[in-house]
């Protein structure tokens, strides 16, 4: 079936710097949606993005999708304390499974 | 708050029990999601109901079942539990049951399930 795979699993970040997560399918995604759960916290929904080579900003973080509709990234600047915790891509599969990523766990040195 | 209501918030129960897992989706939303997420894992899509009929299976064992009641709210049954069970247990509710563009999913802040 469908997976998303992401990577790293694992960011280790200093305060201040860029980093970028990716997500990579060996399918053609109909849509992607990027979710953040903070430690001891629930999933919550960050973005969508529907159109190859879409690109979307949230203030410091830049998700884009691929033009091929098989990869995803997000990329965050300037990483502060508060971006810690666990980001998810996620896409819909044949069957209509919300699929998740493993997650890059973000770990930010002060 | 995400609107999505998950009950109990924390559980310990023995091996080879049963336990029923609750969940009251947000107002209006249709279809209702339950993910399984081990400790350090990933989320892992087990059974999604959409105006009460299974809309999209998962990895679920044949050891839990699901179902959506007419008032939308849905239950995750886990029966003969093993220690491998033990997990934090997601529901999540959306509008529609599709992959259409706006169909976000909103989780609940899960049901902690310890098996001992």
């Known amino acids: 079936g469908q997976q998303v795979m992401q990577i790293p699993q694992y960011q280790h970040v200093q305060e201040g710097e860029d980093f970028t997560t990716y997500c990579n399918s060996s399918?053609?995604?109909?849509?992607i949606q990027w979710y953040k759960q903070r430690p001891g916290g629930h999933p919550v929904f960050l973005i969508q993005l529907v159109k190859s080579g879409e690109v979307k900003k949230q203030k410091r973080l830049t998700f884009q999708f691929g033009e091929a509709k098989k990869n995803s990234s997000l990329h965050i600047t300037a990483t502060q304390t508060t971006d810690v915790g666990t980001y998810f891509c996620?896409?819909?599969?044949?069957?209509?499974?919300?699929?998740f990523g493993g997650g890059t766990r973000v770990l930010v040195k002060p | 708050d995400s609107g999505v209501t998950q009950t109990p918030k924390h559980l310990i129960t023995a091996t080879g029990q049963r336990v029923t897992l609750r969940c009251s989706p947000r107002s209006g939303d249709l279809s209702v999601y339950w993910y399984q997420q081990s400790l350090d894992q990933g989320l892992q899509f087990l059974i999604q109901?959409?105006?009460?009929?299974?809309?999209a299976k998962g990895n679920i064992l044949e050891r839990f079942s699901a179902q959506q009641f007419p008032d939308l709210h849905s239950e995750l049954n886990l029966s003969s539990l093993e220690l491998g069970d033990s997990a934090l247990y997601f529901c999540?509710?959306?509008?529609?049951?599709?992959?259409?563009?706006?169909?976000?999913?909103?989780f609940g802040e899960g049901s902690w399930l310890t098996v001992v």
């Open positions: 996620a896409s819909k599969a044949a069957g209509n499974k919300l699929t």
């Open positions: 109901y959409y105006n009460g009929e299974e809309r």
């Open positions: 999540a509710s959306s509008v529609g049951g599709g992959s259409g563009s706006g169909n976000t999913i909103y």
């Open positions: 399918t053609t995604l109909s849509n």
